[in-house]
């Protein structure tokens, strides 16, 4: 076999060539982009697959304690620029391409994005493959390939219209087919008794997983673990030649298309629960694939069902793959005939679940009518599990109703209810939050009962973001400024070190070149604004953005108030108080979020308004950029000086943004909510604007009656600011005077007034620089890696295992 693994530019075009000779079946001279595009990504691939087989044998070796990582949603981002990156070909790469006549950043500008996920949850999932493949931890991520993944966004007039995202319609040149490690999945049917408590399921329909995989590289490691995707494929017997021949196409192909359409699209919306079937189809079939996939792989070295929870462990991400729960303790009732306890003590020790919200909309609930039908073993494995759960709870509340009304996975009511998350609390051994504050309001409120009942079971991991993908790779001005001053790139898995460049804050020389890079990005960002949106951004402005999800809850309509006060301002002249800002906006609305959608179009309309104003664009200019997705965040963040992290106290989980953008040397502005309240204590609260309500300050308002027309009433800037908006969505002001919801109207005099301040700070160039460079040498804990080592000692206990070992 001859190895694609050279290290000179010579071997890296020489492979490359034979890709696209052997692979595209074309040469250089006629080679197309794509063709271009794709021999390249092969060629950097290959140079990861001789490490990943040694991973694979140092694992089998081992036979050691795996992850096996649960998720729904995965936003991996570009894999070129990432494994350039990581293969340590960038170099090389660029000679090779250079002397072929061919442009690497053209060919990176080709590479596609999966994404298979809508927000934080599933870029967090992509952070922490990341980081456990550079601890060399033993893990496989499993997840749903989407034919769609989330929607490409644009406007039209103002609003959010949405684009299906058909991401590998060219092909994924990083994928690899396994479609002989196939999986059945049934749903629907019947159940037999056998004996005891076994039974025997009969499906009534049966749908293929075909899964592929993609190598997850570590850094400065040589560990290459996967990440298995399973796609749904109708058997072969599923086309109707009878029908065909009758003409009857659409009908030949009916139970084909029903069969695919389960990993058809991701569902675009992180928050509500729409209860659809085929959402639980979806959640079933990853379940049931990555579960099969996991006991293979166990049995590869191991036969003893009591030494399973010892070499798996399986992290539920959210309750999307919950019914995991429910599965394993049917093939091992069921199909291996295990005991029920011993089932379930082996169930119950293998699985831990991480909670991400604390909206009551997002606890997943699935009506018991539905799950029934679609899974009929499955619901009366739940009722038993349930059975046995209450009656613990009895022993230990005697004669409580309500405990038990409370803590039980079936609510009651017109129509019973699955609750998604007291399945995984009670059939796991671990339970975590995702931040401090997060971790500590589940125990108090959400999971009140669960966590009074089992203390011991509950887990704060603070989460955290690879510096690989947020620094190095977005912003490799800064990183080699870092990398020069700390005198190598080792900060880079261990991101603690940054705590070395506290110093640098106050020497004058280090300070002007943090400005400059700071100006370049601003620069590059301007450039992309420009081209995407025509909008002309003034790239010696303070950058101040907001990226994320649109919901209510995380308020970008308390942004946009602010920018409207500005715009008055700024016309009547009171330029006291104001520096010249670019306000940036990203992100997406589930397609069905009526309310959001509003926001989005009056943030563009305000946008219009202001960048319109001669008088007011000097100052002020606002630019909404559409499709945010990482690509895009790779760009915006290292651009940014102000990180707007505004949401209502006691609403966001953690926040990732937020780390991301602290990483990159930007100001937060906030409230103590999430992880603001982690970022604060580290950064000091002098580098940071605090404002707003705080968790206890949002009850005591709730419980005293908030009327937020006496706002209105009250401050005369709200009061012209309101009758702006009105004239554009007169609904969004009703709203906020009769309901307000998120307190907006509470919080607004106080962020105003805080923003007031950030342009103080401002003019003072100097002593912001220093803050900024203080927020990046004391993010070191925001790494990834750390939240890795933080699972593995609390929750996962597993040991590494080199690939060379
Ligand atoms: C989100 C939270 C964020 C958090 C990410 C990652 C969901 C359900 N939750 O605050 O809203 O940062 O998860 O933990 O998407």
Known sequence: MTSHSGDTPGDFGRDLLSNLYYQRGTTLESASSQDAYHSLALTVRDRLVDRYIRTAAAHYRANPRFIYYLSAEYMLGKQLDQNLLYSGTEECAR???????????DLVALDIEPGLGNGGLGRLAACLLDAMATQDIP???YGIRYDFGIFKQAFQDGGQVERPDDWAFYGNPWEFHASDDQQTVGFYGHVEPLEGVRKSWVPGEIVLGEPSHMLVPGHGTSTVNIIRLWRARASRESFDLSRFGAGQYGEAVEEIVRSENISKVLYPDDSTELGRELRLKQQHFLVTCALRDIVRRFRLRNSDWDAFAGKVVIQLNDTHPVMAIAELMRMLVDEEGLEWDRAWAITRRTFAYTCHTLLPEALETWPVALVRRLLPRHMEIIFLINHLFLREVAARYPGDDAKLRELSIIQEGAEQRVRMAHLAVVGSSAVNGVAELHSRLLAATTLHGFAELWPGRFHNVTNGISPRRFMRLANPRLSGLITERLGDAGWLTDLDRLSQLESA???PGFRERWRAVKRLNREDLAAEVLAVTGVVLDPDALCDVMIKRFHEYKRQLLRVLHVVALYHRIRRGEVADVVPRSIVFGGKAAPGYYAAKRIMRLANSVADLVNEDPAVSPYLRMVFLPDYNVSRAQVIIPAADLSEQISLAGKEASGTSNMKLALNGALTIGTLDGANVEIRDRVGAEHFFLFGLDITGVTALEKRGYVPRMYYDRDTELR?????????????????????EYLT??????YVDCQDEVARAWRDQESWTRSSILNTARSGFFSADRTVRDYCRDIWHVTPVRADS
């Open 95 to 105: 000679r090779a391409l250079d002397g072929l006549g061919l442009s690497l950043p």
């Open 139 to 141: 893990a496989v991520g």
């Open 505 to 507: 804050a106050d020497d």
């Open 720 to 740: 012209e600011v309101l009758d702006t908006v009105a004239g554009y969505d007169k609904e969004i002001v009703d709203d906020l005077l009769d309901r307000d």
């Open 745 to 750: 109207l509470a919080d607004y005099r106080g």
